[in-house]
């Protein structure tokens, strides 16, 4: 593809050696558009999205994000170039202990000293820009409760505030609703597609709910055995293209 | 009728059950050792009688000394806690293997063992032969002892701390010290808080000791006091312990109570 935002080439992730988890993807993203990543539980579609931001380090292949190959950085250019990128996590992973908006400032430690940031000294900008997220994702209000003191569907709202405030050229996020009920999950969706195209940024997310997936993204990845089986259209997703995903057919039914 | 035996739910643990008896076989023998006789015990008994009747009343007469070895004793407890602690921070970093690799853990963890392998006033006694006797001495050696305690807690907590915040924050870019600040501190505030004044505590009991060896506070007035029978004095003295030690516990509950109000939930 030309001009893509993130391309993956020939990535390979073994964890155990001689038993790759990931086999050879090549993937590219448009610099924009919402990419739902399909398959069933442990095809490596959570390997995947961690490698590109090396949560997880690749056993081959390159991740190509903004003309650098991120498998390729030493760790301070790593470090800046995960600057760039949000990430949403299925647990949340907010630091439980500290404020909303301490989790959301924590957006922004990668640009921040740390002698600032321990004294919570940040920029005033970055701090209008959380009191504006905070709006935006629901939690007007809440700035100064504990992340531990919220609902699942909050502390996802949190999370995915804290990765929009990195001010990121590409938002993945890992099995964003699995932890959450139906409506929340939409509500959810629904906010990381418009961040997305608010901000103009690709957003890649995981999951298994195949119905979420083609109610929102624009194009569906779908993985199995550690390679990808589908890559179009949700429309163009029919039952042949599942039982490939998935395997089986009885719970098509 | 079935005649097969009742299933077992709990299967009898034979190594468990020959602990137990070689641990009662122990004691019974380091019982016989000890050379226990009845009229052992009643010549205690007297002897005990004789010295508390020369303790009472207690005499603080010579409250000058009393007072000058108890502010030495608070001098060493808190310059050795704040000084131990805050080597205790780093050390008890560098020990935690969730975040840092073998070669640093090792050096850390060893350093840290080797803190905690001697007595303090054993530790007191080489500080004396190095830095002479005094305050100095005592200081030297209570920080290394808190090393030991408190970088070993320290280094506990961290390995406790959940992994996935610290993901998070590393995700976003944040260099190792802002991973620290925001990812695992937070994490352990409370934990390290309430370590840190109980090693206090444990300090201010072990600096009335370590004047006994000539390392400052109290315990040099206390040792020479029984070495002379002014047995009142001792009374005196250890009257004195007493109420340092209950007020360095209310302290301690005081600086615990300023910051259980953001600390609250910690405690699950």
Not at chain 1, 3 to 23: C, F, H, M, Q, W
Request: one cysteine or more; proline letters at 4%; aromatic letters at 10%.
């Amino acid at each position: 593809m030309e001009n893509a935002a993130l391309s993956i080439r020939d990535l390979t992730k073994e964890y155990v050696r001689g038993k790759p988890v990931l086999r050879g993807i090549s993937l590219d993203f448009a610099g924009s558009g919402f990419t739902a990543i399909i398959g069933p539980s442990g095809t490596g579609k959570s390997t995947l999205i961690r490698c590109i931001n090396r949560l997880v380090e690749p056993t081959a292949g390159s991740v190509i994000f903004e003309n650098q190959d991120i498998v390729a950085l030493p760790r301070r250019a790593l470090r800046l170039a995960r600057r760039q990128i949000g990430m949403v996590f299925q647990e949340y992973n907010l630091v439980e202990r500290l404020t909303v908006m301490e989790n959301l400032l924590s957006g922004r430690l990668g640009y921040v000293a740390p002698w600032k940031a321990w004294l919570r000294r940040f920029p005033q900008s970055d701090i209008d820009d959380a009191f504006e997220l905070l709006d935006v994702v629901g939690l007007a209000g809440f700035a100064n409760q504990r992340a531990d003191s919220l609902s699942g569907g909050q502390r996802q709202r949190v999370g995915i505030a804290r990765a929009v405030m990195q001010r990121p050229r590409l938002l993945l996020a890992d099995e964003p609703t699995s932890s959450l009920d139906p409506k929340t999950s939409v509500e959810i969706m629904t906010l990381l597609r418009d961040l997305g195209r608010a901000k103009k940024i690709p957003v890649i997310v995981n999951m298994h709910d195949v119905e979420l997936a083609k109610r929102f993204a624009d194009r569906v990845i779908g993985m199995s055995g550690g390679v990808v089986v589908y890559d179009g259209a949700p429309s163009g997703l029919n039952d042949t293209d599942l039982k490939s995903i998935y395997g089986g057919e009885d719970w098509l039914q | 009728m079935n005649v097969t035996a009742p299933r077992v739910a709990f299967p009898p643990n034979w190594r468990a059950r020959a602990a137990w008896i070689a641990l009662v076989l122990y004691i019974v023998y380091a019982c016989s050792l000890l050379d226990f006789t009845w009229a052992r015990f009643m010549v205690g008994l007297d002897n005990g009688a004789r010295f508390i009747g020369r303790m009472l009343p207690p005499n603080f007469t010579r409250w000058e000394i009393l007072v000058k070895g108890l502010t030495e004793s608070i001098e060493i407890a808190i310059l050795a806690s704040v000084l131990g602690i805050l080597l205790s921070l780093p050390i008890g970093l560098f020990a935690a293997r969730n975040l840092m690799p073998l070669w640093v853990t090792w050096p850390s963890r060893i350093l840290i063992a080797l803190c905690r392998s001697f007595h303090p006033v054993i530790v007191a006694i080489v500080f004396v032969k190095a830095l002479g006797f005094g305050a100095m001495s005592g200081i030297a050696a209570l920080t290394v002892a808190s090393i030991g305690f408190a970088g070993k807690l320290f280094a506990e907590a961290i390995e406790e701390i959940s992994l996935k915040q610290v993901e998070a924050v590393r995700a976003t870019g944040a260099p190792f010290m802002n991973v620290i600040t925001y990812g695992v501190l937070p994490q352990v505030f409370g934990r390290f808080l309430g370590f840190s004044t109980y090693q206090l505590d444990s300090n201010l009991r072990n600096s009335t000791m370590v004047g006994i060896v000539g390392a400052g506070g109290i315990g040099g007035a206390l040792f020479a006091a029984f070495q002379r029978f002014d047995y009142d004095f001792v009374c005196a003295m250890l009257l004195s312990i007493i109420l340092l030690i209950f007020a360095g516990e209310v302290v301690a509950n005081k600086v615990r109570a300023i910051f259980v109000e953001r600390t609250r939930v910690d405690e699950e």
